[in-house]
């Protein structure tokens, strides 16, 4: 006979559906990178290197290396928030860096203002924008990772964790119809419209994270 889920359970079920909801919007942001800013690296960033032409394809690599130097710097940081009793919990972490990922956007609202379509700029206007993104999916995806097998009942990690990865696909799909209106839109306003998707996203979640922590917060202790 199978066990029935109780009342404490069924609150944390609904608690990590929510987040998983709002986390598609973080992840049809997010895979911009290998959509439209793609795009944007190929038709209007320079790539020339003491005069050395550099695939802008190289652009995907920015955010790989960028998560192997920082990710261990965030930890650090993170733990000497512990110690201290400063260290958000994993909803707020989550919430923050939704709004960085939206805040990254503004790097590339201000290097997109008065271009035409062959303009050119410089590659550090990307690779600032990149820098607030990875620090933005630092703060949310290895702490839901954990975060899921913190709350999901025992018996229900394994189809929770799942329901993670069910919304990172509908996540990529939002990126996909995004991606649409990339031509149809100036680009500065194309990347407002994701930064507002971004922040919003973030403000959400931070205002729900009072009753989600009372609901998780004997299983959530706030590390990654």
């Known amino acids: 006979m199978?066990?029935?889920?109780?009342?404490?359970?069924?609150?944390?079920?609904?608690?990590?559906?929510?987040?998983?909801?709002?986390?598609?919007?973080?992840?049809g942001v997010y895979e911009q990178q290998g959509n439209t800013l793609q795009l944007f690296a190929d038709r209007n960033t320079n790539w020339n290197f003491l005069g050395f032409e550099v695939p802008s394809t190289w652009f995907q690599a920015f955010n790989p290396a960028m998560i192997f130097i920082?990710?261990?710097?965030l930890n650090v940081f993170w733990q000497w928030?512990?110690?201290?009793?400063?260290?958000p919990s994993s909803v707020v972490k989550m919430g923050m860096g939704c709004l960085m990922l939206g805040l990254g956007f503004i790097v590339m609202i201000l290097a997109s203002r008065g271009m035409t379509e062959t303009t050119r700029i410089s590659v550090l206007w990307l690779a600032g924008a990149t820098f607030v993104f990875t620090i933005g999916e630092l703060y949310l995806s290895p702490v839901?990772?954990?975060f899921v097998t913190k709350i999901s009942p025992m018996r229900m990690v394994s189809m929770l964790m799942g329901v993670w990865f069910l919304a990172n696909f509908f996540g990529n799909y939002l990126t996909g119809y995004l991606g649409t209106f990339y031509e149809r839109m100036p680009h500065d306003r194309f990347?407002?419209?994701?930064?507002?998707?971004?922040?919003v996203t973030g403000l959400l979640l931070l205002a729900l994270s009072p009753p989600l922590q009372r609901i998780t917060a004997k299983h959530d202790r706030g590390e990654a």
């Open 70 to 73: 920082f990710a261990p710097l």
């Open 191 to 199: 990347f407002m419209m994701l930064t507002v998707m971004g922040v």
């Open 144 to 146: 839901g990772l954990s």
């Open 81 to 87: 928030q512990a110690k201290r009793k400063l260290e």
């Open 2 to 27: 199978k066990e029935k889920l109780t009342k404490d359970e069924l609150l944390r079920i609904g608690a990590l559906v929510v987040i998983c909801a709002l986390n598609i919007v973080f992840w």
